[in-house]
């Protein structure tokens, strides 16, 4: 069974980028296709973006992330750029069966155990 593993967080100034991975483990990436969801403390779970498998559609709620996928590395990317304190939340990737799933976390078949990005002010 795919395990979707993430990896990139960390601790950042505001205003700086980091770019998240999610490596789909025991599985071939091109078969699925992906979202980035996001959740703070306290906080419900928030979409963030989503591609399609072969990457022909993206959807993102955010101007400043944007999603990419590398099918030959078996990898897909989540790139956030100017970065605010309001960003700070661990981070999902989230992997479907579907050729073009939603924004609802439902659609979504395989989830990964998240990565903490932290936005220092």
């Known amino acids: 069974q795919v395990q979707p593993v993430e990896s990139g967080g960390g601790l950042v100034q505001a205003g700086g980028s980091l770019r998240l991975s999610c490596v789909a483990s025991?599985?071939?990436?091109?078969?699925?296709?992906m979202g980035w969801f996001r959740q703070a403390p306290g906080k419900e779970r928030e979409f963030l973006a989503l591609i399609s498998r072969r990457g022909g559609i993206t959807d993102s709620v955010k101007g400043r992330f944007t999603i990419s996928r590398d099918d030959v590395k078996n990898t897909g990317y989540l790139q956030m750029n100017s970065l605010e304190p309001e960003d700070t939340a661990v981070y999902y990737c989230?992997?479907?069966?579907?050729?073009?799933?939603?924004?609802?976390?439902?659609?979504?078949?395989?989830w990964g155990q998240g990565t903490q990005v932290t936005v220092s002010s």
């Open positions: 025991g599985g071939t990436f091109s078969r699925y296709a």
């Open positions: 989230a992997l479907s069966l579907a050729i073009l799933p939603g924004r609802r976390g439902s659609d979504y078949d395989y």
